[in-house]
Structure formats: structure tokens, C-alpha cells
């Protein structure tokens, strides 16, 4: 069973430059989530979706950051000004329905200059 | 406010000791709690998940106990082997799922 597919891996971007980030969740999870991990932290929940709903996105900077899951499959993740501070890890994770166990991806690292 | 504890933050052993890293939590109203590893620049690995209505969950050398009346949970490892090293998080599922800063584990040769 293929896990959950993320892209890109790496990313540098200046500092107001948008960037958007890829989750494709295993097949059939109806939850998806979106975390932040800083250097050195335990990831933070941005978003999280059940089927193509927003479910909670109470921590996500809505100023400069937009998330979308488009008939409740795959999702988009984007940023629009980047600042420094959001230099980070960016994970997504899909569960079959919300409270089963959860799968990560690989996560993309975000660089901001 | 739900928040998660790890101790300690750091944590090195001589290979083959066996060893027990901390999670605790502040609101005891949890549905399960799930152990992951994070190896360096990769995502987050599932090791174990402990439903709130199960007192521990055992695979391999590895056993997670839940004591959801004090908020805490325990990840012993028995044995402990350099390929253990990596960062141990502890993440409590309420509505949201929510982490703890890890431990990070080191086990020398």
C-alpha cells in the first residue's frame, strides 16, 4: 500500500515570494492534516480536513496561509507573503477517519532567505 | 488548554540498557495517544497506538502504557540498540492531534 506522497522534498524561497506545498493521502483516508515543525519542536496542526471539510484550522495563520482539499482526496498547502519565521517542516498525514492511527509523509522543508 | 510534556528532552544510554521515555497531558479526555520515531530530516514513523480505553499496546521490544487518569503515558525500550537513535514523539488525539517536543535518543555502541 503506497503511504501518503508529498512534494517537493526541499524548497528555498525569498522572503515574500508564495510557495505551495503537495499531499496525495494514502487511498480511502477520509482525514488529512496538515502540521508545521519547526527545528527543534514537535510538529503544530495547521489544518486538518475530514472528506473535503475543514475540520479545525483554529493555528492556521489565515493572513498568509490557504489550504484546500478539492474533492476530498488530495490537498494544497500554500503560503502567500513567506516570512523567515516559516522556516520550517511541513508534514502531511492522513488517518482512515479521525480518530485511527495516523500516517505521515516525508514532509517538505521549507527554506526562507 | 491540552498540552503535551516530554522528559526528558534528551536522553543517551549505553547500548543494551533498556529505558523508559515521558509523555504527559493535561486534559485526561483523550480518545488514544500514538508513539512515533523521527529519524533526521524524515517524517514521522507510527510505532505504537493505545486506544484511551487500553492500558498499554506491546510490539517487539517496544511497550507503551497509558495511565489516562494522571495524564501520563510511558514508552519503554527494551534492550536498546544503536539503530534505536532517533527523536521519540508522543502525540494525544482530542478533536485535534496534538504533540510534544520529543526526546531525543541516543544509544552509543
Known amino acids: 500500500e503506497a503511504g501518503v506522497a508529498q512534494s517537493p522534498r526541499y524548497k528555498i524561497i525569498e522572503k515574500r515570494q508564495s510557495v505551495a506545498f503537495w499531499c496525495n493521502p494514502i487511498s480511502g483516508h477520509a482525514t488529512l492534516y496538515w502540521y508545521q515543525q519547526i527545528l527543534g519542536q514537535g510538529p503544530k496542526l495547521l489544518i486538518q480536513?475530514?472528506?473535503?471539510?475543514?475540520?479545525?484550522d483554529s493555528q492556521l495563520p489565515k493572513d498568509r496561509f490557504s489550504a484546500e482539499r478539492l474533492k476530498g482526496v488530495d490537498s494544497t498547502l500554500k503560503i502567500q507573503p513567506a516570512k523567515l519565521e516559516d522556516s520550517a517542516v511541513y508534514l502531511c498525514a492522513s488517518s482512515p477517519v479521525t480518530y485511527t492511527e495516523a500516517f505521515f509523509g516525508q514532509g517538505t522543508r521549507l527554506t526562507v532567505v | 488548554k491540552q498540552e503535551v510534556t516530554q522528559i526528558p528532552a534528551a536522553l543517551s544510554v549505553p547500548e543494551g540498557e533498556n529505558l523508559v521515555l515521558n509523555c504527559s497531558f493535561t486534559?485526561?479526555?483523550?480518545?488514544?495517544l500514538q508513539w512515533f520515531r523521527q529519524d533526521p530530516g524524515k517524517g514521522l514513523t507510527s510505532l505504537l497506538l493505545i486506544q484511551s480505553s487500553q492500558r498499554e499496546q506491546t510490539s517487539g521490544r517496544l511497550n507503551a502504557s497509558l495511565d489516562k487518569s494522571s495524564g501520563r503515558s510511558t514508552l519503554y525500550i527494551a534492550a536498546s540498540q544503536p539503530g534505536d537513535s532517533a527523536t521519540y514523539l508522543c502525540a494525544v488525539r482530542y478533536e485535534a492531534m496534538r504533540f510534544g517536543a520529543g526526546t531525543r535518543l541516543t544509544v552509543k555502541p
Open positions: 486534559d485526561s479526555a483523550i480518545y488514544n
Open positions: 480536513f475530514q472528506n473535503n471539510g475543514v475540520v479545525d
